[in-house]
Nanobody, 124 residues
Framework: QVQLVESGGGLVQAGGSLRLSCAAS????????MGWFRQAPGKEREFVAA????????YYADSVKGRFTISRDNAKNTVYLQMNSLKPEDTALYYC?????????????????WGQGTQVSVSS
């Protein structure tokens, strides 16, 4: 079992930055691929970014490519999402997810454990 706790969300103006963190506890974190998803009101949960167990492979949705960076620190059991040049359309509840596999997936069904989410709101 893996427990995930997100933090770092908040309200920011368009063009600003936020850094989300996801602290993991439980079974060995370093063997899990990790991902970030988001869900805006009235919309389906969508893939944002993912990272392999070692951090050597990263993947991004086209909508955030070049603006967001996913990284991980296995010594701290933490995965991060650096979000720059934020836009109002980035407003959503952001979820951290862990997969029982070392390599990433793009779909919510690929992931086995989920955090409770942290709210990101971007004003225009």
């Amino acid at each position: 079992q893996v427990q995930l706790v997100e933090s770092g969300g908040g309200l920011v103006q368009a063009g600003g930055s936020l850094r989300l963190s996801c602290a993991a506890s439980g079974r060995t974190f370093s063997t899990n691929a990790m991902g970030w998803f988001r869900q805006a009101p009235g919309k389906e949960r969508e893939f944002v970014a993912a990272i392999s167990w070692s951090g050597s492979r990263t993947y991004y949705a086209d909508s955030v490519k070049g603006r967001f960076t996913i990284s991980r620190d296995n010594a701290k059991n933490t995965v991060y999402l650096q979000m720059n040049s934020l836009k109002p359309e980035d407003t959503a509840l952001y979820y951290c997810a862990a997969r029982r596999e070392p390599y990433s997936g793009y779909k919510a069904d690929d992931y086995d454990y989920w955090g409770q989410g942290t709210q990101v709101s971007v004003s225009s």
